[in-house]
């Protein structure tokens, strides 16, 4: 059975050489406390816990599946015990505040972690992913009461959290919730309505489950504009810390999915359930998309933890499995045949799945930074610095969640490619890494919400192109330093046209908007992939240019590694940029040939 | 439950309109009992065979899978009996010889079949379909003797049949099979050893399973040169046509696959079992190879149906569900929201599903024709006609197959999409689609295969160009004649460039691989995927003249469905087609980015 090894020293590359977050932690106020040795520490240890605790339970989590029984569900064999061992080592409060019992480390912190946990296990992973979500609301939302009831033991562990949003009439048209909430005598609420697609919704992981809930007050506006956010836990809070009475909250069913099965996904009833409003009336929206792009970084995991996990895989594969010669000549004579990976095809698909992983990687950990600056906002209440990161940050989000979940879904789909038919069995692992990662461009906004996300709101209508200038003259500034590097020149000559072609595109596709509202739902999609590209090959050259920097000041023990990220952005630059240049093609055209067919006429039968 | 419609308006399109299959039928010797009101009639039949037999079953068979007990292998519920009603109907031998009971119409009329039932239930069709491969392979190079014993039982689908040729060490490397095969005194043989991927080695559909293998005899040179082809039946054959002893062959285990679980994959064991040599010593690999061409036209329809499937059901849920307001404006007013039809990029992803279906559709039925003509070159004897028309259909093919499956599983993925959520979710079959269709690109030789033998054998090796310059030859020509079409011009510049292009393209990768061996291997997947974009393209623009030619010629109660063409066409060459220009990019890029980082170099963990 295949394992999973944490990729330690690609991350430490980032971390330590080409992002300096030892420099940005001292930056941070919270910072004080995630020095080098302290990050160094948990990084290895996350590691081995993901490595010998989660990655074992990855498949026997899949065949196995949840089960529900009189409303109850039941995780798989051996979640119980490693999420016991999860709470023991402390994993869940890493980046929560110290003040509610948790370790006050930086956010990027919690983001490195879900990395290596959600890669070795994804369906694990998601239990305490979104207790996390509960927990930013609360912290950001609730009142002191509510940070002591709740904050407190999801903190430890202890308790679970949800985020309840979908209904059955609406998923992304979150206007449309129906659920009710009646206030009651006691100042609680009563709330009735069901609610779909709710991951976690139920497990025997926790003694208690804290759902954050999407409900109407009676009168309230039609739309978005009349949505409250409730808390509503599984059991009533009782005395001590501990739990009272059970509530009127009930999993009604599993929804049997294409994957990620030891993930609960649970229909949710509530029966007029007593639940306590969280943050202004009617502002339930705005309060549960504030934490909005931190919580898609953690979801943008789901393209890169895929790419890492299917690329290890199916490189120990290309090296054991024999079939054919090189084209080039017998590269194993004594051999029946050479090993897959002495072929140019077989290396294209290694290549494109490490390209993926290790650029996918340095977008995330490059927004991580920018998350720990607005995250200290918020600790601050500091109202400028959190607009500054969050716009910086608001940008960046849907092109990691949107791009980057796409392209994991590539490159676990040529991790089966490796394996040739052997990937269609299931016990080698790779067609479940298709099928959980199958779920990433879906939920948390599907990509096609990303892309309209981007384009629509996040570059046309709040900064007019503003965005892509702002961020284009930082990759052009970094490509220009690079200019009369031998070895760098031609990445960098590349990068610094693509920062001019990505503002040419977002001005023209502006003007012809302003004739043809269809234009932006129309090229959202390519605008989106377009922007992926080229922000990862500025990801790339960034990589390469500290990798040529390290092999010019003298070669020691890491030469291999840094000689393998020249050779890497190489090989991204020339073989998988070039898409950038069919969807700046593609967005342009016009919208007549998406719009002409009226909806009958886009079938004929009979 | 979602149902499939068979597409019959635009098989009929392209049969009667496009193709001109009247015609090209009475060419055909076989083609005199093909008139146009037996086509017809036969294409409505299995239309309705197909929707109201097949379709019911297809998510019940992946729910239920096969079963393995006593090794003997048991079908999914309701296939037995829809199999009965395919053996009533005489499906199996529509396209056989008259002379061992079938019906003798083209082999173009088998595969117009198996597209719709492939697509209605793809599990079932692999049953008939691994029948076909070993009648085809009986009817090319059995003895008369063997044609009376195994082809007419074949032929009446009394019988099933499988192909042999995997082994656990070795699937696409056949020169690694070690399967042995004995003579003994009575002129049979004894053969031992284990096969593994056997799709249909058992089941309960049929009294007797005949297998094709691929074994060797004592002292055969090694490699591919030493391989005999076999048939092993399950029983051996007994008095008048029915079965006698049960042979020594098994069904070791049933793999457990991401999709196609109605389909039972075996593990087969050969315990001395009795065979029959068929065809010459040691040539078992060119008489399994024979058909190998017709075979993937039928695989290639797996790319294909899953799109249109996927089309389907994506465009029906698009037209009810409802999410948001069209950027455009209100669409529907008087609902709480617009249907997702009326959402730019939704259409986007409904129409390349419908661009691949319908462009996919168009390319297998051009390449049926050839494929009619080969099969007369090979009733004739005619080796003159099966060169010229295997070169053409060779050339073909693993386009075909490469390209169209790639697509398909595309096509697949944006009908999950279309779904939001909810195309996670089992119930609504989208999801299926997608792991049914995984397999495609896998089986039958991958995609890597497919482009080995595109461009190194039959682009390279074989013509040195000349493939390419033919086929050019004929798409150049024929959009010259549609310059000065007001609205086909532009369509038309486009093909011509891309047709003078390829040219280009093929002469720099041959110059390049006279220097370094590995350009082919690097180059082979671009090749293709830019290889089938422009076939696509050259039957876009075919599809599009002809509805444009009909147009013009009065509107009549068709009107809406040409438009749609032309539409159609349209949204191919401005959204889709352009991808072949990052395709050109990349296969031109330098060996050296993917062979320079050594194997050891390809990760670094700790």
């Not at 409900?215 to 949505?227: C, F, Q, V, W």
């Not at 967005?587 to 009979?606: E, V, Y």
Request: with cysteine; proline share 4%.
């Amino acid at each position: 059975m295949p394992v999973y090894k944490a990729p330690l020293r690609d991350m430490k590359f980032l971390i330590n050489e080409v992002f300096d977050y030892p420099g940005h932690y001292q930056t941070l106020a919270c910072g004080e406390n995630a020095t080098p040795d302290i990050v160094e520490a948990i990084l290895n240890e996350c590691g081995r816990f993901s490595e010998e605790v989660l990655s074992p339970l990855y498949q026997s989590g899949d065949q196995e599946g949840c089960r529900l029984e009189n409303s109850e569900v039941t995780t798989p064999k051996g979640f119980k015990d490693a999420y016991d061992q999860y709470v023991m080592g402390g994993w869940q409060g890493l980046s929560a505040p110290e003040e509610y019992g948790g370790q006050g480390l930086p956010a990027s912190m919690g983001l490195f972690k879900q990395e290596m946990m959600g890669t070795a296990n994804w369906s694990f992973s998601m239990y305490p992913g979104l207790s996390i979500g509960a927990m930013n609301t609360i912290v950001l939302h609730g009142t002191e009461d509510q940070k002591q009831t709740y904050l407190v033991p999801l903190t430890e562990g202890r308790w679970g959290g949800t985020m309840c949003l979908t209904e059955p009439q609406c998923g992304t048209d979150l206007g449309q919730v129906k659920t009710k909430a009646d206030p009651q005598a006691d100042g609680s609420y009563a709330l009735t309505g069901t609610k779909i697609f709710i991951s976690s919704g139920d497990h025997d992981l926790t003694e208690n489950i804290v759902h954050i809930v999407l409900a109407r007050l009676p009168d309230a506006p039609k739309g978005t504009k009349g949505i409250s956010l409730f808390i509503v836990p599984k059991f009533l809070p009782g005395a001590d810390g501990g739990v009272g009475e059970r509530n009127a909250v009930n999993c009604g069913a599993l929804e049997k999915k294409m994957g990620i099965k030891a993930s609960a996904t649970c229909v949710m009833n509530f029966d007029g359930a007593t639940g306590y409003l969280i943050g202004p009336e009617n502002e339930g929206l705005e309060c549960m998309f504030t934490f909005m792009n931190t919580a898609r970084i953690g979801t943008a995991i789901q393209g890169v933890g895929p790419a890492e996990l299917s690329y290890q895989w199916a490189l120990a594969y290309a090296k054991e499995r024999r079939s054919m010669r090189a084209l080039s000549g017998k590269k194993e004579p004594g051999q029946v045949a050479d090993s897959l990976i002495h072929h140019a095809d077989v290396r294209r698909m290694l290549l494109t799945q490490k390209a993926i992983a290790e650029g996918g990687r340095a977008m995330l950990y490059y927004a991580c930074k920018l998350a720990d600056h607005m995250v200290e906002g918020y600790n601050e209440g500091d109202s400028e610095k959190i607009e500054k990161y969050d716009d910086k940050l608001g940008f960046l989000t849907p092109i990691l969640k949107g791009f980057l979940t796409e392209l994991g879904n590539e490159a676990a789909n040529l991790g089966v490619q490796v394996f040739g038919g052997h990937g269609y069995i299931r016990e080698h692992g790779m067609e479940q890494i298709v099928r959980d990662t199958r779920i990433a461009t879906l939920y948390e906004g599907t990509t096609g919400i990303q892309a309209l996300d981007l384009l629509g709101r996040k570059v046309l209508l709040m900064t007019q192109g503003g965005a892509v200038r702002e961020f284009t003259f930082t990759i052009a500034n970094f490509a220009r330093k690079h200019l009369t590097s031998k070895s760098l020149r031609s990445l960098a000559i590349e990068l610094l046209k693509l920062s001019a072609q990505w503002n040419l595109l977002t001005v023209r596709i502006m003007l012809a908007a302003r004739k043809d509202r269809d234009v932006v739902s129309a090229a959202a999609h390519d605008f989106l992939m377009y922007s992926g590209y080229v922000t990862m090959a500025y990801m790339w050259l960034r990589q390469a240019a500290v990798a040529q920097d390290n092999l010019k000041n003298g070669g020691d023990e890491s030469t291999a590694f840094y000689q393998t990220k020249l050779a890497t952005a190489e090989f991204y630059y020339e073989r998988l940029l070039p898409r950038a240049q069919s969807h700046a093609t593609s967005m342009l055209s016009p919208t007549r040939n998406l719009m002409q067919i009226t909806p009958d006429d886009m079938a004929f039968t009979g």
